[in-house]
């Protein structure tokens, strides 16, 4: 019998009730960096996902790039997501947290006493973040500002920050947590060669490239043990302005690594986040299915799960053709709450509003409405 979207999944012990993944998903509405009642509401509309993974939750201050992202350092955030927690297991989900440190991805107005964001190199990157006016509660994106390179005596202390964010994530009642290291931000910063010109053992070649990550992985699988962490990669992204003209090394190097430590899932973003899905770097298309075989030719063993631009027939099949153990959306999730039972029903989806992605309030948050269960 196929396997399908729509079939259990027994993820290192956390039993999924299907194989449909909400994706992370900034939404900037979490004041103070901690959770509110709303967030609550919003997960728990859709906790009929198999699995839910938060937005990118902000391990320290420092690791904050965009206004109103909620963190995990402060005993109110964990009172806030506790909340967020209760509230998808009641509906019967099950909730993973995304830890994320954005490195150059930030503002200095963002950062503990307006100091420059961190990098692994002071090298700006061409892109925005997105602040919020205090007078008038207006939002907006700003470029990012010149970050300041790390010294490599102050990783051990980014990497303790890793591991009390997830030990803090065990505390406030989460399943697991995902190991942001995609987009861009601050583990990618390290992986890529453009943003990583570093001369010492964390940089040039792959393997010191890849030190960071490592070290991270390694914090954080000791801290709450690897049956209930996950990590998120995406090799060829151009997201927040990173590049490497040699994907397939450096992502091969990096999931054989991976194989060591009996993960819960490998969630692989395919080409630009939110964008073409055979966007390339270098020479040569990425090859994916290579990715995998390399992980499990290593021994790895971790749900493999796949996110960017699924449809419900591409998603379909890549479930069923054993491509994909688990697939995650996430622009369908912000506008169909019940994508599930949408897609159980090969019902219509709606489509996601925007203008109301980053901030605001209920308006394109927890307004998207439910398919009209009544028999009339
Ligand atoms: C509004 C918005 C916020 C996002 N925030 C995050 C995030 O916090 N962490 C992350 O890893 N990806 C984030 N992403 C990327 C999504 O997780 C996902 O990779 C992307 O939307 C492609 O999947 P989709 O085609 O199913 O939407 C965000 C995307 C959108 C549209």
């Known amino acids: 019998m196929t396997t399908s979207l729509f079939d259990s999944f027994d993820l290192s012990g956390v039993q999924l009730a299907n194989r449909i993944v909400m994706a992370p998903l900034t939404r900037n509405r979490s004041p103070g960096a901690i959770p509110q009642p709303i967030n609550a ?3 728990a509309q859709r906790a009929s996902a198999g699995l839910i993974i938060t937005e990118g939750t902000a391990i320290s201050p420092q690791a904050q790039g965009y206004a109103n992202v909620p963190g995990l350092y402060t005993q109110a955030a964990l009172d806030g997501w506790r909340t967020v927690t209760d509230a998808v297991h009641a509906a019967g989900g099950k909730i993973v947290v995304q830890l994320w440190h954005v490195g150059r991805v930030s503002h200095q107005s963002l950062q503990p006493n307006n100091q420059p964001p961190v990098a692994p190199s002071a090298i700006q990157a061409q892109s925005k973040t997105y602040l919020i006016n205090a007078d008038d509660g ?5 470029p990012t500002s010149l970050p300041r390179a790390l010294a490599s005596n102050e990783l051990p202390g980014i990497v303790e920050d890793y591991r009390c964010a997830a030990r803090a994530a065990i505390e406030a009642g989460f399943d697991g947590v995902e190991i942001h290291a995609a987009n861009g931000y601050l583990i990618d910063q390290f992986l890529r060669s453009n943003s990583n010109q570093r001369n010492d053992k964390y940089g ?3 393997k010191n490239r890849a030190r960071f990550l490592f070290e991270v992985v390694e914090a954080i699988t000791d801290e709450i043990g690897a049956a209930r962490t996950g990590i998120r990669l995406s090799p060829v992204t151009p997201a927040n302005d990173v590049f490497d003209p040699e994907p397939q090394p450096l992502f091969e190097y990096v999931v054989a690594g991976l194989a060591k430590f009996a993960l819960s899932y490998i ?3 395919e080409g630009a986040t939110g964008g073409a899905r055979d966007h390339q770097q ?3 298309p990425f090859n994916y299915a290579a990715l995998k075989q390399t992980y499990r030719h290593a021994g790895g063993k971790a749900a493999w799960m796949l996110n960017n631009g699924y449809d419900p027939a591409l998603a379909k099949q890549a479930v ?6 688990l697939i995650s959306f996430g622009r369908l999730f912000i506008s169909n709450p019940d994508l599930v039972e949408r897609l159980r029903q090969n019902a219509p989806l709606a489509e996601p509003d925007s203008n109301t992605f980053y901030g605001g309030n209920e308006r394109g948050y927890t307004d998207y409405p439910f398919l009209n269960t009544k028999n009339d």
Do not use: K
């Not at 207006?138 to 700003?142: K, L, P, R, S, Y």
């Open 138 to 142: 207006h939002g907006g994106f700003v």
């Open 41 to 43: 509401t919003y997960y």
């Open 267 to 269: 969630h692989i973003i």
């Open 204 to 206: 040039g070649s792959i």
């Open 282 to 284: 270098g020479n040569t």
């Open 320 to 325: 069923e053709s054993g491509l994909a153990d």
